[in-house]
């Protein structure tokens, strides 16, 4: 399938004289079931017939042969190797708000590390008054928490910062997902190995290839930081951090270090090379934004859009994920006309701190062209800006932190594309 196209910047003006956008209440439409008899009902199937596979055939699960278009993908054009690249998450094909583990977009500097977990240790030291070493079944042994949220990298959308660019809400916005995690609050575990007054930052570090390392604020460690050792009732991926991760909600993506091995604890940040030539925000005028830690509300429609097209006309659903790093998304609203009108969608499903949301507006579709664009509210008052109001502050040269608002243009076929308006 193609992975990108260039986008197109719209006049708003042009699509709302060209034909009456409509929004009306839920009608039966093309969703009716038909009346004459059906030979997938009337005559006797295949699998009806005959005995399918045992107990013994599939000891871990996988998904139905016919879901195998439901994977990741990648955008090779994007980095210069796979080894330290990006994969995205089929929003489109998912519902409600858990990510399956084995669809979770990977990020990795230095490829996927395969650890064995009883080789793996994790380490505290620096300003504490005693280092501590803790192996997997140390770990296991401490009182545990089970929290779900998102992880966004903070280059999510990061391509869309000078215009429409990629055709499919898994590469504008796959780089997010939302899983239960179990593990230790990171809290815990610097108690027991007694913070000395001057502590501030800590420095976490992973065991792979890049030996990816972050400053984190002591304050946010003290706070809601997991040392993860499980994701949706199991153990981790490896390509998530298998045995060890960093879990912590609601900020960028990056901190999240995988395969941890280490904890520093000083006074001061280390100034890495992933939170000063990387992961900080170029602005218009030169100077950069840095420490740029929390991911603001944002949200995207994921059906229909260029991947997921509108089949019929008549009764459709809407749908799509909503998010914040400053708690939870309350309210979505959605235009099907360019901005328009506005109305408040219909949330489903937990309504979680520092968590995807899933959100539906149920239409009927007459075939005119639809703008569609979805604005979250976050808990705090905070509105998703436009992606104009964003770039008069921010400029363009960022490839962090875009969390404009998303417009797809819904043709009279159906086919939907990555655009923006005037
Ligand atoms: N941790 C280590 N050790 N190595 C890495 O390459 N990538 C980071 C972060 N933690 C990375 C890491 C980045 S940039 C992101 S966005 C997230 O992990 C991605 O997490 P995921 O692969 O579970 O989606």
New binding site residues.
Partial sequence: MSDANSGALLDRRRLLGAGGLTLVGLAAGGARAQSAPDPLITNIQPWQSTEGEGVDARPYGAPSAFEKDVVRRNVPWLTASPISSVNFTPLHKLDGIITPSGL???????GRAEIDPAKHRLMIDGLVDRPLVFTMDDLKRMPRVNRIHF?E???NSGMEWRGAQLNGCQFTHG?I?NVMYTGVPLKLLLDEAGLKPNAKWLMLE???A???NRSLPLQKALDDVIIAFGMNGEALRP???YPL?AVVPGW?????????RHVQVGDQPWETREETSKYTDLLADGLARRHTFVMDAKSVITNPSPQAPLKYKGRNVLSGFAWSGRGSVPRVDVTLDGGRNWREARIDGPVLDKSLVRFFVDFDWNGDELLIQSRAIDSTGYVQPTKDALRKIRGVNSIYHNNGIQTWLVRASGEAENVEIS
């Fill in positions: 979770c977009f990977e990020r990795h500097h230095g992880l990298c903070a280059a780089m997902h992973g065991a792979d890049a030996g990816l390509e998530q951090g991760r960028q993506g990056n901190i999240w270090v995988k395969w941890l």
